[in-house]
């Protein structure tokens, strides 16, 4: 039986609150991503070849070691299990990983094993070089011997295992295979993102993670279709005994198989800047869903908004809860508008992840507690300066010492969840005090938006935004629909009908 309908909202989002008490244990290839960015302004006089002018480099964790960031920063706790290379790289690869937080007991180094390292040259966002530095060996017997125990070790502290094959050694030679039945034996589920085209060696595993082209290369012949994806997953299952599927398939989205029923998950349209780490970053949240209790297809709903997210960034790079949930509640739409009513500081999260993201944040603020046709004027207007908007609203007890004893007519909850709804508004977070200036210091947003019966000078938090870089936006309102009810509170309170 294949469905196409996707999970409701409300067991995905129970599932990611219980993400902070999952342990995953990862094992793979670890490998350091080298960012080097500059311009090209001239030819090299000694051969026919670019001058890049370096204007500054950054170095990520990638392969194994991003699966492991990605677990750090959506809450949860990872044990990175594997053998580097003692060298510059390795080392920068242990001083990473020890900066989340991770356990690197496991991590060994050895000194006859190179640790993989890719560096990107990057002129103007465009990359015009790729550097690699690696050497692709199985591990001798020592090294063996010494990551299976730190493996067993690591197993009683587990919830779940990932291995991440990139095909540089570390699972090789029938590694992957051991590892597997170990967890078979300890009750524990594996997940597999796999290598190659021979999936026999990944035998017993609870489930592979192949994009769309290496499933067609595992089963030898392309595959597109819905039915041609469930009948390559279901080859794969039959033949090395997964319990089932997990299948990337880009802009489509992706699919869940298993040997009596599949499910096609719809992707959201958006933006693509780059896909290096996505993968990553879906066994990653993938894995947790599953360990905090989502079934396989609620976590593959869950598994694909976190990929939906890191496809719109740059480079390799980590996902957080706040743009989890905030990428769900934009795929499932009003159904799902509480999860952008947010507390101050997850909110703060938010308006840093959606700035690193280049997306201007805007602000607006007032009690909203009868909503009319001039709020949603307002709001839209606002929403229109900028590419994400947060709505701070005054809580009941603030609206009491504005307005008066009778209001608000509706509670802080109604007006929170009516708010959230609207789609001009991305984020609504509820402020206790009688002016939002404490929320728009945390916040610093780009863009300060109000009402035209203000002026820049009476604006709450006007100094802070523009002190910051921001700007002030002053938008006209509906004639006869004025959102200020009494013009003395407002110029006191900054707060709105």
């Not at 502290?157 to 597997?180: F, N, Q, T």
């Not at 909203?368 to 001039?374: K, T, V």
């Not at 728009?440 to 000078?457: F, N, Q, R």
Request: with cysteine.
């Amino acid at each position: 039986m294949i469905k196409h309908n996707p999970p409701s909202p409300e067991p995905l989002h129970r599932a990611i609150a219980r993400f902070g008490d999952v342990a995953v244990l990862v094992v793979g290839d670890f490998i350091l991503d080298r960012f080097v960015n500059g311009v090209i302004e001239r030819i090299s006089p000694e051969a026919p070849i670019p001058v890049l002018h370096g204007r500054g480099e950054t170095s990520t964790m990638g392969g194994a070691g991003n699966v492991v960031a990605n677990i750090v920063s959506l809450g949860a706790s990872a044990i990175p299990v594997s053998v580097i290379g003692t060298d510059v790289a390795g080392d920068n690869l242990v001083r990473m990983l020890g900066e989340l937080g991770a356990d690197t007991a496991g991590l060994a180094q050895a000194r006859d094993r190179m640790t993989s390292s890719k560096s990107r040259f990057s002129a103007l966002n465009q990359q015009v070089l790729r550097f690699d530095e690696e050497e692709i060996k199985p591990l001798d017997d020592k090294e063996r011997a010494g990551l299976i125990r730190h493996f067993r070790d690591a197993l009683t502290r587990a919830d779940i295992v990932i291995l991440s094959d990139y095909g540089k050694g570390i699972l090789l030679d029938g590694v992957a295979a051991e590892l597997i039945a170990i967890c078979r034996e300890a009750g524990k589920p594996v997940l597999v993102d796999p290598k190659g085209r021979d999936y026999a060696c990944y035998a017993g595993a609870t489930a592979i993670t192949p994009n769309r082209k290496e499933l067609g290369e595992a089963v030898g012949h392309p595959v597109f279709a819905d039915d041609e994806i469930v009948a390559a997953a279901r080859e794969l299952i039959a033949a090395h005994g997964f319990d089932f599927v997990v299948a990337t398939r880009s802009e489509k989205g992706m699919s869940v198989v298993g040997p009596d029923e599949a499910r096609h998950i719809a992707t959201q349209a958006r933006e693509v800047f780059d896909v290096s780490g996505a993968g990553d970053t879906v066994i990653a949240s993938f894995a947790l869903a599953l360990a905090a209790g989502a079934d396989r297809v609620m976590a593959a709903s869950i598994a694909n908004a976190a990929g939906g997210v890191v496809v719109g960034k740059r480079g390799t790079v980590r996902l957080t809860v706040e743009e989890l949930t905030g990428a769900l509640f934009r795929s499932h739409g009003p159904t799902a508008h509480k999860d952008a009513i947010l507390d101050a500081a997850s909110a703060a999260r938010m308006v840093a992840a959606w700035k690193d993201e280049g997306l201007s944040v805007g602000f607006a603020n007032g009690c909203f507690d009868i909503l009319h046709a001039g709020h949603v004027s307002l709001l839209h207007a606002a929403r229109s300066q900028c590419d994400r908007l947060v709505l701070g609203l005054n809580s009941d007890a603030s609206v009491r010492r504005l307005k008066g004893p009778g209001r608000p007519v509706n509670d802080q909850h109604d007006r929170a969840c009516v708010l959230a709804a609207l789609a001009s508004v991305d984020a609504v977070v509820v402020f206790e005090e009688d002016t939002p200036l404490a929320l728009i210091e945390a916040l610093l947003p780009d863009i300060l938006v109000k009402g035209a019966d203000y002026t820049v000078e009476t604006v709450v938090g006007a100094d802070v935004v523009q002190k910051a870089g921001g700007r002030v936006v002053l938008v006209d309102l509906v004639a006869g629909k004025s959102t200020t009810g009494t013009i003395g509170k407002l110029r006191a309170g900054g707060a709105t009908n």
